[in-house]
């Protein structure tokens, strides 16, 4: 069964590096996603991507971070300068169409240090 | 502005038992409500959706929930709770269904499952 990957599971940075993570959506998908959960707080929506643009994005979204599908098949989340406030699980999702289900990767764990 | 309230951080049932998450949206226009659920280590599945077809919807692994628009809820149930039922479980509301909108979630609810 198709699924989106993400990498790494688990990534440990020092406040102010930069960090990206990485996400392989399912390869006919059009419609794609970043969402992070703080721990103990709520899945929240942070950007979605179609058509090799931003579509929309949420105020948590600043200028530290972006979005990139460089090559068709990875879609990725850049973090600038990393803040404390970062560390969460970030989840990368896609969907094929626009009326269809979200499939979600298992997550990467960012810790700043 | 749409959200959802899921009441309840922490369920435990029984082994066998009724399994009930509660969920309420509040949305200024017909929703499109969903449950998610995260196993250990994985990332989100779907259960069910409801589009705005049948109010009673049927999921996988034996789940259901029911769209009540005169309470706007949306809550899971399932008749008989499993061990392997134990997870996190999300309720999720979008706008924008059919224009690849974002999901606006819950704060989850923990299922517990005690033999």
């Known amino acids: 069964e198709p699924e989106v990957t993400q990498t790494p599971s688990h990534q440990v940075t020092q406040m102010g590096q930069e960090v990206i993570l990485r996400c392989v959506p399912i390869?006919?998908?059009?419609?794609f996603y970043w969402y992070r959960q703080i721990l103990g707080q709520k899945v929240e929506f942070l950007v979605s991507?179609?058509?090799?643009?931003?579509?929309?994005k949420s105020e948590i979204f600043d200028d530290q971070f972006s979005v990139e599908r460089p090559d068709g098949s990875n879609f990725t989340l850049k973090i600038r300068s990393t803040k404390l406030e970062d560390s969460a699980m970030y989840f990368c999702?896609?969907?094929?169409?626009?009326?269809?289900?979200?499939?979600f990767g298992q997550g990467t764990r960012l810790t700043v240090v | 502005a749409q959200s959802v309230t899921q009441l309840g951080s922490h369920v435990s049932v029984s082994e066998g038992a009724l399994v009930l998450l509660r969920c309420n949206y509040s949305?200024?226009?017909?929703?499109?409500l969903f449950w998610y659920v995260q196993y250990p280590n994985q990332g989100l599945q779907l259960l069910l959706k409801?589009?705005?077809?049948?109010?009673l919807v049927k999921g996988i692994n034996g789940f259901e929930a029911e769209f009540k628009k005169s309470e706007t809820s949306f809550h899971l149930t399932k008749p008989s709770a499993h061990m392997s039922d134990a997870a996190e479980y999300f309720c999720?509301?979008?706008?924008?269904?059919?224009?690849?909108?974002?999901?606006?979630f819950g704060q989850g609810t923990e299922l517990s499952v005690k033999p």
């Open positions: 999702a896609s969907m094929a169409g626009s009326d269809t289900e979200a499939f």
């Open positions: 390869s006919n998908h059009l419609y």
């Open positions: 991507f179609y058509n090799n643009e931003i579509s929309e």
């Open positions: 949305s200024s226009v017909p929703p499109y």
């Open positions: 409801y589009t705005s077809a049948a109010t």
């Open positions: 999720a509301v979008t706008p924008d269904y059919n224009q690849g909108g974002k999901l606006i």
